[in-house]
């Protein structure tokens, strides 16, 4: 992590003066040293926990929301096969990073080291819908995965935050009432009242999850692949399956499109794990079958058959 972030900051150009440019303006005058200044901000973030100094002008949320900011992409960084190298590359990790957070605040931080913006984005491919296909019900993203959650080769339980728009109105008064008094009980060291109180919230379907020092409230989800098929773990290559899918899930924060609900109750889904399509590495790895008597995408198809 901090060698490739040194290297980035190495090779290339150092970021422009204050006499160089316009000081509300991007301070990076080159895309090589646009992504240089990032990699060096997140180099010296992992060091010093500190954000760079003029962010502020460019952004709406506080110094403190900016280093959570810093703090996911430094992990997204982390967890990237290769580390992005160009202005596109670079932004995409942003806005794939922060697709939580307000429009505002990641288009600011883009402007700040002068990366393309979302709407360029889109005309870029990426391997991830950027408009719903036709079919889909939802869209939702997920908590990172506990690779544990992953049951089998074409299933992963997910958790979704409560924060989300689309759950934050559909959460059980009860729930939300068993959240609260978790949280009083914890406050007052009566764990075993906090832990009888949180067995209701899992009963419920839901789970209070601590990620970064931060307690969660988020509703649980079970996803079955869409479109192919893996062994069962008690049949060969069933885990090894199963091992593959985790090891791409893991700690991962997931785009799924869902499609509809199988007679288990599951989401039938597409999954999508930073630009990578899930289904399609399972059946190039051999470790699935194109599920083609309920799909017929010929894509599948096609990878199937490879």
Known sequence: MGNALRFLYGKCCKPATSEDSDSRGPPYTSTA???????????NFEITSLVPEGLSEHVVSSRKAQAKWYGKLLQAWRESKTPPKTPEEVARLVVQTLSRHQKADVEGLLDFYGFPHPSILVEISTGVPTRLPEGVEFEMHTLPVDGNMVPDGDGINVFVSTADPRESSSVPR???VAAVRRSKARAKKNYARADELHQKIIESGYQVINLQNEEILARKYRIRLRGIDAPENSMPYGKEAKQELIKLVH???????????DRYGRCVADVYCNGIFVQEVMLKKGLAWHYAAYDQRIELATVSKQ
């Not at 700690?251 to 609900?261: A, D, I, N, S």
């Open 33 to 43: 040293s646009a992504v240089s200044a990032l990699a060096h901000d997140l180099f």
């Open 251 to 261: 700690g991962k924060r997931l785009r799924v499109l869902v499609y509809g609900e």
């Open 174 to 176: 009860d729930v939300l």
